[in-house]
């Protein structure tokens, strides 16, 4: 079921899923391909992210991704999540900095 | 090898089977990567084999059956930490213990490396017959009337694959006890089960259904006071056979047992399972006497040798070490032996983490339970570590071992020993973290006098209203909640899980999350100021009610 | 409609497929079809008429056929063959067959391949729990095998 995007001022789309193989948080670049860095992610408006999510669902099987949805993000550099809960899969868990997405190769 | 102390020991028969369910999963995999099967078929087969996806990885809970392990064991829950995760691992309260970094294609290999020790992940999430937890003093305790460990082995074969009870309406729990003081929240359970001895020496069991916390917290009413142990089979296979058959479908909110339980009726219930019985062929499902002795052999009676003075030793050990002593005080339980005593080790520092322990502390553990517990390990429901037989005169020196690793925390039952689950952290369901606040909590009580001071008192936290954290069941429960993406937390006061179950109160409206540790630091104060003599948080609560607590949470709010 | 057999049993085929509503009015009818909320007590009246009971499973999430397929076997003593339809799993092979179930419509998609109903049927070699099936232990405690 997809929820109508609400988005505030400033916040855009970015699409995410976990990749099947290893359950990692994966972001949806520019170029289709999944990276686990939201840095890489393509900063989308609500119609692009539309005709996005239905093209990634589609080969989410293809991709290697399970469960793709579209969540909204501060429109700066690198986008910055909206909700904490898309905060801890885009940076890690919180009780661990030491796991930080950012300090992975 | 000699048979391990605790639990029940594999034979072949039993190994041959562990890797024939390996080998079905791996095809479960390799059909899910090649895509003849969707996430939607994979996800429930993958969970009835313990492999949840959450927020960063696949987690995967290993099954510690009634919560006992032996030393070569708990070693290898070590490697497997360091090889395939993040040199950590979480245990939790049904007596399991999860990895949060798994990958899926690892699995097999990770649960090929269990089997190497009889361990594996069967049934430990999915909407089945979940791992059995059992008393974590079971065959220790002094006040046990029946060690409970032979029945639960019993109940986790039985429940094994069971053929009719695989795709249940939602995941269904067992607990089982045999000590007049509930240690395993035996009413919090889809079936409690307490054992009596009966006569002709087999027990007796009462039985205890539709419990369960989650969204709908409901005490387990009593449907049967005394069912012989030849019929215990057939009557748990009675009360799955018409839950599966009428329990709710179509909601899962409304798909636990307690739910059709409250619906229909305690003596409705008890009706159709009585009816069920009547038609079955008892014979076929009959618990024979030889049965339970061939299980109940492949488990070693620790032999149990103390010199005379250990007490004594130990009664002046605690006198020239208040340390030592406040530790003995609040970490220890009574032995049926009287030159031994059951040790709890704390797996809540304060300020750390609920019940994680990393790979190193895991294989001390390992060690420190091969020199002074006949290598036998138990897990508990509030997410700490026993260790069951230890000699009186020979504590010290496990204390003082345990001190060098950071397991020594004398807090067990204070207001320190807190029980959280994952939380934001780590789950998708999840709405606050739930490690954060209760390591806040851990470090504004973390000195062990003050909470010696403080007395018994439980903080329960969970993430969520699924209620994993067990809140409901906390003398102080925290419940996570989402508002407009901001965590909050609603408190409870007055639950508890053990003998007089009760669901804990809402004291108010949810206070946002850098608020709540001072409101509960006011909820103690209050009752510090408050208590007379002798009394624990909970009497001081029974004898004054809420309000002076909700006005203590909510002053300057 | 392809058929893979379970056990020794081998399927039948019938014309005619009636519902549990049908079947009072339908003399003729061998087969009956049971949903999932079905009551298999309700056949009683009937079961010495019929040939077939078809379960169809919604989904195969929905465990309510197994249950379904035991009371059959075990309170109706029904002798005629069980089969079952819909959204099932080879991963369920084993269980149905144990809980007294002859014979499965494939699924059309790659879960239909009877290689892999074959497989699943032979993962294990030993049981925890008695099924329908006739059985004698294994070794001590409470195991068993198929006695074939
Ligand atoms: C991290 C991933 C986890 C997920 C996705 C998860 C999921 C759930 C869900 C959905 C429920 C509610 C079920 C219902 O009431 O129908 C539940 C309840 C429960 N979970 Fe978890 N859980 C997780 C971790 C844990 C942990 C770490 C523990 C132990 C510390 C745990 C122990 C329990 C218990 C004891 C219940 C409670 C109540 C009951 O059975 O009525 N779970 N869990
Ligand atoms: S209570 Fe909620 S947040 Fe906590 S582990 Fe359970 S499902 Fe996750």
Redesign the pocket.
């Known amino acids: 079921m997809k929820r109508p995007v609400r988005l505030e001022p400033g916040q855009k789309l970015v699409l995410t899923a976990n990749r099947l193989l290893d359950g990692r948080t994966v972001w949806w670049g520019a170029d289709g391909t999944w990276d686990s860095h939201i840095g890489r992610a393509a900063i989308l408006d609500a119609d692009e992210a539309e005709v996005a999510l239905l093209r990634a669902t589609e080969q989410a099987q293809r991709d290697g991704v399970v469960g793709v949805y579209d969540t909204a993000v501060q429109d700066v550099v690198p986008p910055e999540p909206v909700t904490v809960r898309e905060k801890i899969r885009a940076h890690g868990p919180t009780v661990h900095p030491e796991f930080a997405v950012e300090t992975e190769q | 090898m000699s048979i391990p102390v605790g639990h029940y020991q594999y034979d072949r028969i039993d190994r041959d089977f562990l890797q024939a369910r390996i080998a079905e999963f791996e095809g479960q995999v390799n059909r899910r990567l090649d895509g003849t099967l969707s996430e939607d078929e994979f996800k429930p087969l993958r969970l009835m084999n313990g492999l949840?996806l959450?927020l960063h990885a696949y987690?995967l809970r290993v099954a510690i059956p009634y919560g006992i392990l032996d030393s070569r064991q708990l070693r290898k829950l070590g490697e497997i930490a360091r090889r395939y995760d993040r040199d950590y691992g979480?245990f939790?309260?049904?007596q399991n213990i999860?990895f949060n970094w798994i990958r899926l294609e690892d699995t097999p290999a990770i649960l090929r490396e269990l089997a190497e020790v009889d361990m594996h992940a069967i049934q430990t999430s999915g909407n089945c017959i979940r791992n059995v937890t059992a008393d974590e003093y079971a065959g220790a305790a002094a006040d046990e009337l029946v060690d409970p460990r032979v029945h639960a082995e019993i109940l986790r074969q039985w429940s094994t694959l069971h053929p009719e009870f695989t795709f249940l309406p939602?995941?269904f729990?067992i607990a089982i006890s045999g000590s007049p003081n509930d240690r395993v929240a035996a009413r919090?359970h889809d079936i409690g089960i307490l054992a009596r001895p009966g006569e002709a020496g087999a027990p007796v069991f009462r039985i205890f259904v539709g419990g369960?916390?989650?969204?709908t917290p409901v005490i387990g009413e009593e449907l049967f006071d005394s069912v012989r142990e030849e019929h215990l089979l057939a009557t748990l296979e009675a009360i799955l056979r018409v839950y599966n058959a009428h329990g709710r479908r179509d909601n899962?909110?409304k798909?636990?047992i307690k739910i059709l339980v409250q619906a229909i009726g305690v003596e409705a219930y008890r009706e159709a399972v009585e009816a069920e019985l009547a038609q079955m062929d008892l014979e076929r499902y009959r618990l024979t006497p030889e049965a339970v002795a061939a299980i109940r052999a492949r488990f070693a009676v620790p032999l149990l040798e103390a010199p005379a003075d250990a007490d004594a030793v130990l009664a002046q050990q605690r006198r020239d070490d208040p340390l030592f002593d406040r530790w003995v005080r609040s970490n220890t339980h009574v032995h049926r032996d009287p030159g031994h005593i059951i040790a709890t080790i704390s797996l809540k520092p304060g300020g750390g983490i609920p019940?994680d322990a990393t790979s190193a502390q895991i294989a001390r553990l390992a060690d420190l339970a091969d020199a002074y517990s006949f290598g036998e390990i138990r897990i508990t429901h509030l997410?700490n570590v026993v260790l069951g037989h230890v000699r009186k005169d020979r504590l010290r020196d496990l204390w003082l071992g345990l001190a060098e690793v950071g397991l020594a925390e004398a807090n067990i039952g204070l207001i320190g020993d807190i029980v959280a689950?994952?939380g934001l952290d780590?789950?998708?369901?999840a709405n606050a973290r739930s490690i954060p606040i209760a390591q806040k909590l851990g470090a504004r009580f973390a000195d062990t006098a003050l909470q010696a001071e403080i007395g018994a008192l439980r903080i329960n936290i969970s993430g969520c209203i699924?209620?994993?954290?067990?809140h409901h069941a906390g003398h102080i429960g925290l419940l996570g909640v989402d508002k407009r993406g901001e965590e909050f937390f609603q408190l409870t006061v007055g639950g508890r899980a053990e003998n007089g179950a009760a669901i804990g109160t809402i004291l108010g409206a949810a206070l946002p999350e850098d608020e709540t540790v001072d409101a509960i630091a006011r909820l103690v104060d209050c009752y510090l100021g408050r208590r007379e003599s002798g009394e624990t948080f909970l009497d001081t609560l029974t004898r004054l009610g809420h309000e002076p607590f909700r006005e203590a949470a909510y002053e300057t709010v | 409609m392809r058929l893979f057999e379970l056990g020794e049993r081998s399927a039948q085929v019938h014309d005619v497929l009636v519902t549990l509503a049908e079947l009072a009015e339908r003399d003729d009818a061998r087969a009956v079809l049971l949903e999932s909320a079905d009551d298999p007590a309700l056949l009683k009246p009937y079961l010495n008429r019929l040939d077939l009971v078809v379960l169809r499973f919604p989904v195969f999430r929905d465990g309510r056929g197994f249950t379904q397929a035991r009371e059959l076997r075990e309170y109706l003593r029904f002798s005629g063959e069980i089969r079952a339809e819909g959204h099932i799993l080879p991963d369920q092979a084993a269980f149905l067959r144990r809980c007294g179930v002859d014979s499965v419509v494939l699924p059309k998609d790659g879960n239909g391949d009877p290689a892999l109903w074959e497989k699943q049927l032979r993962q294990f070699p030993v049981a925890y729990q008695r099924s329908v099936l006739p059985e004698r232990s294994v070794g001590p405690g409470l195991r068993v095998e198929e006695a074939s």
């Not at chain 2, 780590?426 to 369901?429: D, E, I, R, T």
């Open positions: 949840y959450q987690m979480h939790t309260t049904r999860q939602r995941k729990k919090f369960g916390l989650g969204r899962i909110y798909a636990r019940g997410q689950c994952p780590y789950c998708a369901l699924n209620a994993c954290g067990h």
